[in-house]
Nanobody, 122 residues
Framework: LQLVESGGGLVQPGGSLRLSCAAS????????IAWFRQAPGKEREGVSC????????TYADSVKGRFTTSRDNAKTTVYLQMNSLKPEDTAVYYC????????????????WGQGTQVTVSS
């Protein structure tokens, strides 16, 4: 399974960005695709998760109401729409995958993308 993120960049506070995670090599629909982020000097944290089969989503409290994760109909690309961005959202964002059918940031995600930098600054 391979994951490739894209869409990061520099944005002003209050702005929006959409990240994409292109996935290939699935052997079944029973996968979870999650977005994590890691800021300098901080631990990695879960941001959002989507169940590949069914599309159920889960969000961290820090992004609820601002971020939305979705997938395309072919279930090969997962998106993270980020609105009302804040400087504290600055981090490297990673998509990750693990076999399963219920989202949790506590699972041991087996597959990771290379990450994409998101910087929120004026």
């Amino acid at each position: 399974l391979q994951l490739v993120e894209s869409g990061g960049g520099l944005v002003q506070p209050g702005g929006s960005l959409r990240l994409s995670c292109a996935a290939s090599g699935f052997t079944s629909d029973y996968y979870l695709i999650a977005w994590f982020r890691q800021a300098p000097g901080k631990e990695r944290e879960g941001v959002s998760c989507i169940v590949r089969l069914g599309g159920t989503t889960t969000y961290a409290d820090s992004v609820k109401g601002r971020f939305t994760t979705s997938r395309d109909n072919a279930k090969t690309t997962v998106y993270l729409q980020m609105n009302s961005l804040k400087p504290e959202d600055t981090a490297v964002y990673y998509c990750a995958a693990v076999a399963g059918f219920r989202c949790s940031f506590e699972w041991k995600y087996e597959y990771w993308g290379q990450g994409t930098q998101v910087t929120v600054s004026s």
